[in-house]
C-alpha cells in the first residue's frame, strides 16, 4: 500500500506532510482508463485529498475537494476519510492532452478557470464548504491558495504524477508544507530558501526517496520529528445496500416510469464503476413501500 508520513520540526514552527501515492494513482487509472493528462490531474487532487483527508481529527469525518474549470477535462474530484483512503474520478476520462515547451504535460490548460471547492463534514452538523478561484488549474498552486486564503495558513504544496512514454503511472506524490502559529519571520525565509533546491516531487520518487525523506528536503536545515505514518490506498465504500437507499429516495412516479419503459434499473458508481441492476421486481417492492 502506498504511504502517508507527517513531519514537524523540533521547534514547532513547520508541519510536513508526504505521500507516495503511486498504487492509488495508478488503481484509479485502471478503473477509470484516463488519458495522461487526465491521469496528472486526478492523480494530484488524489495525493492531495489523501493527505488533507489524514489530517482530519474527527475519525468518521471525510473531506471532499472538487477542481471545477471550465476546460475540456471537467469536474475533477476526490473524496477521503480520516484514514487517508481515497477515492475519485473526471467527468472527461478521454480530455486530449497537450504538453508545455519542456515536456510537461498542460493540465492547467486541461482544467480551465473555475473554482476549487473544498468540503469537509465533520460527521455530525452542517459541513464546512470553501471555494477559492483557480489560481493555475495546476492543482498544487490551487491547493495552496485555499489555505492561505479560506483557513489564513502559510502553505506550500508540491504534487507530482510521472507518467511513461505509453500513459502509464510510474510514480505520484506530494508534499504539503504548513507554517505553524510557533513560526517566526527568519523560518518563512529558510523555507523559501529550501524550496529553491528542492527537486520535484517526481524526481524525488523516480530517485527512489520515501515521504519522510522527501519531507526532510523541505525542512533542510531543521531537527525533524516523525509524528505518525499511514498506509493509505484507492478505497470505495459504495455497497448495494447505499444504492438501494437513493433508489427507495426516489418518487413513486419516477420508479413507475422506470418499471414501464425500461423494466430494470442499472446504477452504476462514479468512483469504481461498480454497477447495480435492480431488477423489475425488486422496484416494484419498493413502489409497494410508497
Known amino acids: 500500500m502506498d504511504k502517508i508520513t507527517r513531519c514537524i520540526t523540533h521547534d514547532g514552527a513547520v508541519m510536513a506532510a508526504a505521500i507516495d501515492s503511486t498504487e492509488t494513482v495508478f488503481t484509479a487509472q485502471k478503473i477509470h482508463n ?4 487526465a491521469t496528472a490531474a486526478l492523480g494530484r487532487l488524489l495525493s492531495a485529498t489523501s493527505i488533507m483527508g489524514a489530517m482530519l481529527k474527527n475519525p468518521k469525518a471525510t473531506l471532499n475537494l472538487q477542481v471545477a474549470g471550465d476546460g475540456e477535462l471537467g469536474l475533477v474530484t476526490a473524496v477521503a476519510n480520516a484514514k487517508g483512503h481515497v477515492k475519485g474520478y473526471v467527468s472527461n476520462p478521454n480530455c486530449p492532452t497537450e504538453y508545455y515547451e519542456n ?3 498542460n493540465v492547467g490548460k486541461a ?7 473544498v ?4 460527521g455530525a452538523g452542517e459541513p464546512y464548504i470553501g471555494r477559492v478561484p483557480l489560481l493555475s488549474g495546476e492543482i498544487a498552486e490551487d491547493i495552496a491558495s485555499y489555505y492561505a486564503t479560506s483557513e489564513q495558513i502559510p ?3 508540491a504534487l507530482g504524477v510521472l507518467i511513461d512514454k505509453k500513459g502509464m503511472v510510474l510514480a505520484s506524490g506530494g508534499v504539503l508544507l504548513q507554517m505553524l502559529p510557533g513560526a517566526f519571520e527568519s523560518d518563512i525565509d529558510r523555507i523559501e530558501e529550501n524550496l529553491k533546491s528542492v527537486p520535484s516531487v517526481t524526481q524525488m520518487l523516480a530517485d527512489g526517496l520515501t515521504p519522510v525523506q522527501m519531507a526532510e528536503k523541505f525542512l ?5 520529528d516523525v509524528l505518525d505514518e499511514y498506509e493509505v490506498g484507492y478505497y470505495c465504500n459504495c455497497n448495494r445496500q447505499k444504492i438501494e437507499n437513493i433508489v427507495t429516495g426516489m418518487s413513486k412516479e419516477e420508479l413507475e416510469d422506470i418499471v414501464k419503459n425500461q423494466g430494470e434499473l ?8 461498480k454497477k447495480y441492476v435492480f431488477t423489475k421486481e425488486e422496484l416494484q417492492k419498493i413502489i409497494d413501500t410508497k
Open 34 to 37: 484516463t488519458s495522461p493528462v
Open 103 to 105: 515536456g510537461h504535460i
Open 111 to 117: 482544467v480551465g478557470h473555475g473554482t476549487l471547492n
Open 119 to 122: 468540503m469537509r463534514d465533520e
Open 155 to 157: 502553505t506550500v504544496c
Open 220 to 224: 533542510k536545515g531543521y531537527e525533524v
Open 266 to 273: 442499472q446504477a452504476e458508481c462514479h468512483f469504481c464503476n
